[in-house]
Protein backbone atom coordinates (compact mmCIF):
# COMPACT_ATOMS: atom_id res chain seq x y z
CA UNK A 1 0.00 0.00 0.00
CA UNK A 2 1.23 3.36 -1.09
CA UNK A 3 1.88 5.56 2.11
CA UNK A 4 -0.52 8.51 2.69
CA UNK A 5 1.06 12.08 1.90
CA UNK A 6 1.75 14.05 4.89
CA UNK A 7 -0.92 16.53 4.58
CA UNK A 8 0.32 20.19 5.14
CA UNK A 9 -1.67 23.62 5.95
CA UNK A 10 0.80 26.69 4.79
CA UNK A 11 1.18 29.48 7.04
CA UNK A 12 2.32 32.27 4.81
CA UNK A 13 2.92 35.44 7.03
CA UNK A 14 1.24 38.81 5.49
CA UNK A 15 4.66 40.35 5.01
CA UNK A 16 5.42 37.44 2.17
CA UNK A 17 1.92 37.67 0.98
CA UNK A 18 2.37 41.32 0.39
CA UNK A 19 5.75 41.73 -0.55
CA UNK A 20 7.27 38.74 -1.20
CA UNK A 21 4.08 36.33 -2.51
CA UNK A 22 6.44 33.62 -5.17
CA UNK A 23 8.85 32.88 -1.92
CA UNK A 24 4.82 31.55 -0.57
CA UNK A 25 4.49 29.49 -4.36
CA UNK A 26 8.09 28.48 -4.19
CA UNK A 27 7.91 26.79 -0.74
CA UNK A 28 4.33 24.86 -2.23
CA UNK A 29 6.59 23.40 -4.89
CA UNK A 30 9.18 22.92 -2.91
CA UNK A 31 6.86 20.75 -0.29
CA UNK A 32 5.04 18.95 -3.42
CA UNK A 33 8.37 17.81 -4.31
CA UNK A 34 9.15 16.57 -1.11
CA UNK A 35 5.84 14.21 -1.20
CA UNK A 36 3.38 16.91 0.48
CA UNK A 37 -0.11 17.41 -0.11
CA UNK A 38 -0.21 20.96 0.67
CA UNK A 39 -3.04 23.17 1.42
CA UNK A 40 -3.97 26.85 2.03
CA UNK A 41 -6.77 28.89 3.43
CA UNK A 42 -6.93 32.27 1.87
CA UNK A 43 -8.93 33.42 4.92
CA UNK A 44 -5.53 33.28 6.93
CA UNK A 45 -4.17 36.77 7.69
CA UNK A 46 -1.58 38.18 10.15
CA UNK A 47 -0.44 35.86 13.75
CA UNK A 48 -0.25 38.97 15.41
CA UNK A 49 4.04 39.56 15.60
CA UNK A 50 3.86 43.51 14.94
CA UNK A 51 1.56 44.38 17.27
CA UNK A 52 2.55 41.85 19.98
CA UNK A 53 6.31 43.14 19.95
CA UNK A 54 4.92 46.84 19.67
CA UNK A 55 2.98 46.03 23.19
CA UNK A 56 -0.08 45.85 21.49
CA UNK A 57 -1.02 42.57 23.18
CA UNK A 58 -4.93 43.05 22.94
CA UNK A 59 -4.70 43.72 18.93
CA UNK A 60 -2.53 40.63 18.55
CA UNK A 61 -4.46 38.40 20.29
CA UNK A 62 -7.90 39.32 18.48
CA UNK A 63 -5.70 38.40 14.69
CA UNK A 64 -4.30 35.56 17.09
CA UNK A 65 -7.36 33.99 18.29
CA UNK A 66 -8.72 34.10 14.22
CA UNK A 67 -5.54 32.18 13.68
CA UNK A 68 -5.73 30.01 15.92
CA UNK A 69 -9.23 28.80 14.47
CA UNK A 70 -7.99 28.62 11.02
CA UNK A 71 -6.15 25.24 10.44
CA UNK A 72 -7.03 21.87 10.05
CA UNK A 73 -6.92 19.35 12.73
CA UNK A 74 -4.33 16.75 12.19
CA UNK A 75 -2.33 18.83 9.70
CA UNK A 76 0.91 19.92 9.76
CA UNK A 77 1.61 23.75 9.38
CA UNK A 78 4.96 25.23 7.76
CA UNK A 79 6.13 28.97 7.65
CA UNK A 80 8.88 30.61 5.33
CA UNK A 81 9.67 32.30 8.82
CA UNK A 82 11.31 31.35 12.05
CA UNK A 83 10.23 34.87 13.46
CA UNK A 84 6.77 34.27 12.85
CA UNK A 85 6.35 30.76 14.03
CA UNK A 86 8.82 31.79 17.52
CA UNK A 87 5.84 34.14 17.66
CA UNK A 88 3.00 31.28 17.50
CA UNK A 89 5.10 28.80 19.41
CA UNK A 90 5.85 31.45 22.22
CA UNK A 91 4.34 34.52 22.27
CA UNK A 92 0.95 32.66 21.59
CA UNK A 93 1.80 30.74 25.48
CA UNK A 94 1.68 34.12 26.97
CA UNK A 95 -1.68 35.73 24.69
CA UNK A 96 -4.13 32.18 25.17
CA UNK A 97 -2.69 30.26 28.40
CA UNK A 98 -6.17 29.39 30.38
CA UNK A 99 -8.24 31.15 27.66
CA UNK A 100 -11.11 29.62 25.64
CA UNK A 101 -8.88 28.84 23.13
CA UNK A 102 -5.90 27.42 25.04
CA UNK A 103 -5.59 23.62 23.81
CA UNK A 104 -6.34 24.64 20.10
CA UNK A 105 -3.37 27.02 20.50
CA UNK A 106 -1.24 24.19 22.02
CA UNK A 107 -2.16 21.97 19.34
CA UNK A 108 -1.37 24.32 16.86
CA UNK A 109 1.82 24.88 18.34
CA UNK A 110 2.96 21.33 18.16
CA UNK A 111 1.97 21.30 14.30
CA UNK A 112 3.73 24.42 13.31
CA UNK A 113 7.29 24.06 11.65
CA UNK A 114 9.25 26.32 10.03
CA UNK A 115 10.28 25.47 6.59
CA UNK A 116 13.82 23.89 6.58
CA UNK A 117 13.05 22.07 10.11
CA UNK A 118 9.92 20.39 9.10
CA UNK A 119 11.96 19.40 5.84
CA UNK A 120 15.00 17.97 7.67
CA UNK A 121 13.75 17.05 10.64
CA UNK A 122 9.58 16.15 10.01
CA UNK A 123 10.61 14.43 6.52
CA UNK A 124 14.15 13.35 7.42
CA UNK A 125 15.30 15.91 4.66
CA UNK A 126 14.19 14.08 1.42
CA UNK A 127 16.18 14.39 -1.96
CA UNK A 128 14.63 17.33 -4.10
CA UNK A 129 16.85 17.15 -7.05
CA UNK A 130 18.53 20.73 -6.46
CA UNK A 131 21.43 21.73 -8.40
CA UNK A 132 22.81 25.53 -8.34
CA UNK A 133 26.14 26.55 -9.12
CA UNK A 134 27.08 29.71 -6.70
CA UNK A 135 28.92 30.81 -3.94
CA UNK A 136 26.15 31.63 -0.72
CA UNK A 137 26.43 33.10 2.62
CA UNK A 138 24.43 31.57 5.16
CA UNK A 139 22.94 34.21 7.55
CA UNK A 140 21.22 32.82 11.26
CA UNK A 141 18.93 35.03 12.59
CA UNK A 142 17.70 35.77 15.70
CA UNK A 143 14.53 34.72 15.90
CA UNK A 144 15.46 31.81 14.37
CA UNK A 145 18.26 31.04 16.81
CA UNK A 146 16.60 32.16 20.00
CA UNK A 147 12.79 31.41 19.32
CA UNK A 148 12.90 28.38 17.39
CA UNK A 149 16.80 27.27 17.91
CA UNK A 150 16.78 26.45 14.38
CA UNK A 151 20.45 26.40 13.15
CA UNK A 152 21.11 22.82 11.48
CA UNK A 153 17.96 22.25 9.67
CA UNK A 154 19.17 25.37 6.86
CA UNK A 155 22.96 24.36 6.65
CA UNK A 156 21.97 20.38 5.98
CA UNK A 157 18.89 21.48 3.51
CA UNK A 158 21.71 23.46 1.75
CA UNK A 159 24.24 20.46 1.97
CA UNK A 160 22.37 18.51 -0.58
CA UNK A 161 22.03 21.00 -3.38
CA UNK A 162 24.51 19.91 -5.88
CA UNK A 163 27.37 22.62 -6.94
CA UNK A 164 26.23 25.11 -3.67
CA UNK A 165 29.06 26.66 -2.00
CA UNK A 166 28.07 27.52 1.28
CA UNK A 167 29.89 29.93 3.70
CA UNK A 168 29.25 31.44 6.96
CA UNK A 169 28.62 35.17 7.66
CA UNK A 170 31.01 36.41 10.30
CA UNK A 171 29.79 36.84 13.85
CA UNK A 172 26.53 35.35 13.07
CA UNK A 173 24.82 35.87 16.82
CA UNK A 174 24.63 40.06 15.83
CA UNK A 175 21.39 41.03 15.24
CA UNK A 176 21.04 42.84 11.22
CA UNK A 177 19.20 45.50 13.16
CA UNK A 178 15.68 44.74 11.45
CA UNK A 179 14.13 43.93 14.86
CA UNK A 180 10.27 44.90 13.57
CA UNK A 181 9.49 48.18 15.18
CA UNK A 182 12.81 48.70 16.21
CA UNK A 183 13.77 49.56 12.48
CA UNK A 184 11.45 52.48 12.51
CA UNK A 185 12.29 54.03 16.32
CA UNK A 186 15.96 53.48 15.92
CA UNK A 187 16.34 53.75 12.23
CA UNK A 188 19.75 55.38 12.40
CA UNK A 189 21.12 52.55 14.65
CA UNK A 190 19.23 49.77 12.15
CA UNK A 191 21.16 51.01 9.91
CA UNK A 192 24.07 50.71 10.85
CA UNK A 193 23.89 47.33 11.98
CA UNK A 194 22.48 46.40 8.66
CA UNK A 195 25.70 47.55 7.39
CA UNK A 196 27.62 45.82 9.97
CA UNK A 197 25.91 42.44 8.66
CA UNK A 198 26.16 43.39 4.69
CA UNK A 199 29.82 44.12 4.99
CA UNK A 200 30.33 40.48 6.66
CA UNK A 201 28.10 38.83 4.08
CA UNK A 202 30.19 40.62 1.19
CA UNK A 203 33.81 39.39 3.54
CA UNK A 204 32.76 35.51 2.03
CA UNK A 205 32.82 36.74 -1.54
CA UNK A 206 29.05 35.40 -2.01
CA UNK A 207 26.55 35.73 -4.93
CA UNK A 208 23.85 35.39 -2.52
CA UNK A 209 23.04 36.16 1.43
CA UNK A 210 20.34 34.10 2.19
CA UNK A 211 18.55 33.14 5.36
CA UNK A 212 14.99 31.76 7.25
CA UNK A 213 13.31 35.27 7.65
CA UNK A 214 11.86 37.49 4.55
CA UNK A 215 11.70 40.42 7.10
CA UNK A 216 15.31 40.95 7.96
CA UNK A 217 16.52 39.88 4.48
CA UNK A 218 14.29 42.62 3.05
CA UNK A 219 15.76 45.20 5.38
CA UNK A 220 19.01 44.02 4.48
CA UNK A 221 18.40 44.32 0.45
CA UNK A 222 17.09 47.34 1.21
CA UNK A 223 20.67 48.87 2.15
CA UNK A 224 22.45 46.68 -0.38
CA UNK A 225 20.07 48.27 -3.50
CA UNK A 226 20.43 51.83 -2.03
CA UNK A 227 24.21 51.15 -2.04
CA UNK A 228 24.25 49.28 -5.13
CA UNK A 229 26.23 46.68 -3.49
CA UNK A 230 27.38 43.37 -5.86
CA UNK A 231 25.45 40.58 -3.25
CA UNK A 232 21.67 39.79 -3.12
CA UNK A 233 19.47 39.01 -0.28
CA UNK A 234 17.34 35.80 -0.85
CA UNK A 235 15.21 33.69 1.28
CA UNK A 236 16.23 30.09 1.40
CA UNK A 237 13.06 28.71 0.03
CA UNK A 238 13.73 31.24 -3.36
CA UNK A 239 17.52 29.76 -3.35
CA UNK A 240 16.27 26.59 -3.59
CA UNK A 241 13.65 26.73 -6.13
CA UNK A 242 15.87 28.85 -8.27
CA UNK A 243 17.66 25.17 -8.98
CA UNK A 244 15.02 22.77 -8.68
CA UNK A 245 14.50 20.62 -11.61
Not at 3 to 15: A, D, K, R, T
Not at 97 to 111: D, P, R, W
Not at 205 to 223: I, K, Q
Request: overall charge negative; hydrophobic content about 40%.
Amino acid sequence: MKPLQPQVSLFIPCFVDQFSPQTGFNMMRLLEKAGCLVHYNTEQTCCGHPAFNAGYWDAAKEVGEKLINEYLPGHYVVAPSASCTGMIRNGYTKLFENTAVHNTCKKLQGNLFEFSEFVVNVLGNPELGIRFQTRIAWMDTCQALRECTIQKSPRQLLAQVEGLEVAEVPDQETCCGFGGVFATKHENLSVDMAAKKVDNALQTGAEFLVSTDLSCLMHLDTYIQKNNLPIKAIHLVDLLAKGMR
